[in-house]
C-alpha cells in the first residue's frame, strides 16, 4: 500500500483540532502504534524493507494518511536504491552542503518508493571505535554530528519526507543495547550526548526515535526526563517520538513519559493503553497531546507543496543520484599517509590488487541500514576500469601472502584491500534481521531479559560490536610480506571506524581509509590513485595507538558509566600522542595557514577570520577547523574543542579567507549544582588549523 492512498485534501494544520474531535479513543489509540509489520515481513520471505512499514497515524473512516516508514543512513533500504558511502564516509568529508544534497536524493527516493517518514538520520556519538554500529554516525565530536545531521534533516524533508533523528540518547554500545543501562552525570548527559540533538531538532527535524538502551534506570523509550522535560518543556520540540522497533518501549505509561508511537507493533500500547486509559492510570490528555503531534507532523509533509510534481519509480538510482554517490566517495576517502609522495600515480604500466575484499563490493552493514543497489564497483573493477585490464592483475589474497609478493615485487603499484565486513561489525544480527519479532510473537509480554537471551542464542549471530580494534592477523601478515618486496605498496583500509595500525603502519609508505564506500567506491578508488581527485576526507575521530588509550568498553554489559572523556579530548587531556588525530587527512598539495584574527560582538558573538594559502601545485579541498579552549578554572573542561569547520575549494597559489561565528552559548558549561548553564568568563584561546592536533594550530586569545 503506497501511503499516498485514502488521504484526505481536508488534513492541514488547521483542521487537526476537529479531526482530533472526530475521533474515537480506540482511534486515537490505534495512530499511536504501528500496524501490520510482522505480518508484511513474513509475507516478504523476512527481508527487510521489501515493503513500506506502518508506522503510526492513519484513521480509514477519517481517511487520515499514515506514516510508512524505510531506513536508512545510507540510502533508503528499499528496491533498488542509490547506495551512498556510509554515515561516517560523508561525516569524513565535513561537507555539510554534500550532505544536504545527499538528503534530497534520498527524500526522493524514499518518496518514489511509497514512504514519508526516514530513518536516515543516525547521530550517536562515537565514544569508542568497538561500536558495531559507527559506521551508521558522523563521528566523535558533537559539533561535527550536530551539523552534519542538521544538514541530512534538511534535505530529507525538502520533498516533505519526515526525517527521524536517532537512537535518543547515549547510544554507543550494540550488542547489549536492549539492555543496558548508561549511568552519567547532568552535566554529562548535556554537554557530550545531547547537544548533536539538539542542534538537528532546532534546524526543524519533524520525528525522533527513542533508544533501546536504558539512561540512568529508565528505558529511553520511557524516559519522562529526556523525551518530556528535556526534549519538549526545554527545547521546545512539538513534533513525534516514536520507539526502536520492537523492543522500544514497555510500558503503557511510555506514553505518559513523552513517546508518542510504539512501533511496528501495538505490544504495550494498543489494548494495554487502553486499558490504562479507561482504568485512570493514564489521562485521557495524554492520548490527545500524542495524537495531535501525530497529526500536525502528517498534515505538515501531506499538505505542502512538493518541490516535484511527480515522484515516478524512475528517480530511483537514477543517474544524478549515482553521481552523487560518487562524488561522496571521492570526498570521503582520508589519505592518512603518503611518504614519498608514492601517490598519485596516473600512468603506471603494471599494478596488482590484492587481499579478499579488492574484488568485493564491500558496502557495509547487513542489517536495517542495508541497502541493495542495482549494481556496485568493487576496487579491483573500478581499477580495471580506470587504468586498463592489460595493466592491472588480480594477485591473490590472505591466504597467500607469498604468491601476492611475487605478483608485487615487480609492480609499479600495489593496492592491498584489507579491513572489515558487515560480519565483524554492524548491527548485531542473530541470523538474518532479527529485531526481536519472534520474542514479540511468542510471549506477548515483551521483557529485556527475553529478548537479549533469544538473540545471544539464535544460530549465525552476525555483525555487532567488534571484538578487536585492529586488522585480522592474516591481513597484517600480507601487508608485511608484500613491504618486504616492495615500497610501492598502498593499503586501503575498508571499515566503520578507527583501525588501529602501530603494529604495521611503519612498513608501507601508503595508507588510504575508505570507510564502506558505496556503490561507486571502485570507482571513486581508482580516481583517487590516478590524481583525477586530491583525496579530501579527515577523520571524524582519532586513532589510537593502543587500546587502553580509548574509554572502557564491554559489549555485554548490564551497566556501563560514562564521563566527559573521550577522543581527542581524552588523549589530549591525558598527553597522549595518537596515531592520526581528529580532522586528519592529507591531500596532494600543501596548505599554509597565514593569519588568524578575533574579536567578540556587543551581543557575545565571537567571531574569527583565517587565511589560508594553497602552496602547492595542486586544486585540492582544505577542512579548516576552528577549536576554543576555555579558561577552565570553574569546572574541568575539555583542552579545546571543535566550534566550527569549513571545508573550502583552494587553487594552486590562491589565498582564501574564511570566516566563522560561535555564539555565547555554545562556550558554556553545565553546572550540575544550579541545574543550569554558565558562562566562565576569562581568557579564551582560539585555534585553527587542518586537525585537532594543537602543533598545527594558527593561535590567539580574547577576554570574554
Known amino acids: 500500500m503506497d501511503y499516498t492512498e485514502g488521504q484526505s485534501p481536508e488534513l492541514s494544520p488547521a483542521s487537526v483540532e476537529a479531526t482530533l474531535a472526530a475521533m474515537t ?16 515481513f513474513r509475507a516478504d520471505g523476512n527481508v527487510w524493507g521489501a515493503s513500506p512499514y506502518r508506522a503510526g497515524g492513519g484513521c480509514e473512516r477519517l481517511g487520515i494518511p499514515a506514516f510508512y516508514f524505510t531506513d536508512g543512513p545510507r540510502g533508503v533500504a528499499r528496491g533498488e536504491s542509490t547506495c551512498f558511502p556510509v554515515t561516517m564516509a560523508r561525516g569524513a568529508t565535513f561537507d555539510v552542503h554534500l550532505e544536504r544534497r545527499i538528503g534530497e536524493a534520498m527524500a526522493m527516493e524514499v518518496r518514489a518508493q511509497g514512504c514519508n517518514l526516514s530513518g536516515a538520520v543516525c547521530i550517536n556519538l562515537l565514544r569508542h571505535p568497538g561500536w558495531g554500529r559507527a559506521q551508521e554516525t558522523y563521528g566523535e565530536d558533537m559539533h561535527h554530528l550536530g551539523e552534519m ?43 557530550v550526548y545531547l547537544p548533536h540533538f539538539k542542534r538537528v531538532i532546532d534546524a526543524g527535524c519533524l520525528t525522533v526515535m527513542s533508544a533501546y538502551n536504558k539512561l540512568n534506570g529508565e528505558y529511553c523509550g520511557q524516559n519522562r526526563h529526556l523525551l518530556t522535560d528535556i526534549l519538549r518543556h526545554e527545547w521546545g520540540f512539538e513534533g513525534v517520538v516514536h520507539s526502536d522497533w520492537v523492543m522500544g518501549v514497555y510500558h503503557p505509561y511510555g506514553a505518559a513519559a513523552g513517546l508518542d508511537i510504539e512501533n511496528p ?44 510534481t511527480d515522484y515516478p519509480s524512475t528517480l530511483v538510482g537514477r543517474k544524478a543520484n549515482t553521481e552523487l554517490a560518487y562524488e561522496a566517495a571521492l570526498k570521503s576517502a582520508v589519505l592518512l599517509k603518503n611518504d614519498a609522495a608514492l601517490l598519485p600515480m596516473n600512468a603506471p604500466s603494471r599494478v596488482v590488487v590484492a587481499g579478499r575484499l579488492a574484488r568485493v563490493a564491500n558496502i557495509g552493514d547487513g542489517g ?64 538474518d534481521i532479527n529485531l526481536g519479532q519472534e520474542v514479540a510473537e511468542a510471549i506477548g509480554d515483551l521483557d529485556v531479559s527475553a529478548g537479549a537471551s533469544v538473540a545471544a542464542e539464535t544460530p549465525m549471530p552476525r555483525g555487532g560490536d567488534r571484538l578487536s580494534l585492529r586488522l585480522l592477523p592474516e591481513q597484517v601478515e600480507l601487508i608485511h610480506r608484500v613491504a618486504s618486496v616492495t ?6 583500509i575498508q571499515a566503520g571506524s578507527a583501525v588501529l595500525v602501530r603494529e604495521w603502519i ?6 588510504l581509509q575508505t570507510f564502506y564506500p558505496g556503490m561507486e567506491g571502485g570507482r571513486a578508488l581508482a580516481a583517487l590513485i590516478a590524481g583525477d581527485s586530491s583525496p579530501s576526507g579527515r577523520l571524524p575521530f582519532t586513532v ?3 587500546e587502553a588509550d580509548y574509554p572502557f568498553f564491554d559489549r555485554d554489559a548490564d551497566t556501563i558509566e560514562y564521563d566527559l572523556w573521550h577522543g581527542y579530548a581524552k588523549l589530549c587531556r591525558d598527553q597522549i600522542q595518537p596515531e592520526f588525530y581528529f580532522g586528519h587527512g592529507l591531500t596532494y598539495s600543501s596548505v599554509a595557514y597565514r593569519t588568524v584574527t578575533c574579536r567578540s560582538t556587543n551581543g557575545g558573538v565571537l567571531e574569527v577570520e583565517v587565511a589560508i594559502e594553497n602552496t602547492g601545485s595542486a586544486a585540492v579541498a582544505e577542512v579548516v577547523q576552528l577549536y576554543v579552549s576555555p579558561p577552565g578554572k570553574c569546572a574541568p573542561r575539555w583542552p579545546h574543542y571543535l566550534k566550527g569547520f569549513e571545508r573550502c575549494e583552494v587553487a594552486p597559489g590562491d589565498l582564501v579567507f574564511v570566516r566563522f561565528t560561535v555564539p555565547r552559548d555554545a562556550l558554556m558549561y553545565w553546572d550540575d549544582a544550579v541545574a543550569d548553564w554558565r558562562f566562565e568568563t576569562g581568557e579564551y584561546v582560539v585555534a585553527v588549523g587542518p586537525s585537532a592536533n594543537p602543533e598545527q594550530h594558527l593561535t590567539t586569545t580574547l577576554f570574554l
Open 544 to 546: 589510537a595507538r593502543s
Open 368 to 431: 536495517s541500514s542495508r541497502v541493495r543497489p542495482p549494481y556496485a564497483v568493487s576496487p579491483l573493477e573500478g581499477i580495471e576500469a580506470r587504468f586498463g585490464a592489460e595493466r592491472v592483475s588480480f594477485g591473490g589474497d590472505e591466504s597467500c601472502p607469498d604468491a601476492v609478493a611475487e605478483h608485487a615485487k615487480d609492480a609499479d603499484l600495489t593496492v592491498l584491500v584489507v579491513g572489515y565486513t558487515a560480519d565483524d561489525e554492524g548491527e548485531y544480527i542473530p541470523g
Open 506 to 511: 611503519d612498513a608501507v609508505p601508503a595508507v
Open 265 to 308: 507493533e501495538p505490544i504495550h500500547f494498543g489494548q494495554k493503553l487502553f486499558d490504562a486509559v479507561t482504568n485512570g492510570q493514564i489521562a485521557p490528555d495524554v492520548i490527545d497531546t500524542a495524537c495531535r503531534r501525530i497529526l500536525r507532523v502528517l498534515a505538515q509533509i501531506t499538505a505542502a507543496r512538493d518541490p516535484l
Open 487 to 492: 615500497d610501492r605498496l598502498l593499503v586501503v
Open 25 to 40: 479513543l480506540e482511534e486515537k489509540i490505534a495512530m499511536m502504534s504501528g500496524r501490520g509489520f510482522f505480518e508484511t
Open 149 to 191: 545531521g542538521a544538514a541530512l534533516s534538511v534535505g530529507l524533508q525538502r520533498h516533505n519526507v519526515a526525517a527521524t533523528v536517532k537512537h535518543f540518547a547515549a547510544n554507543s554500545i550494540e550488542n547489549a543495547r536492549f539492555k543496558i543501562d548508561v549511568q552519567m552525570s547532568e552535566r554529562v548527559l548535556r554537554e
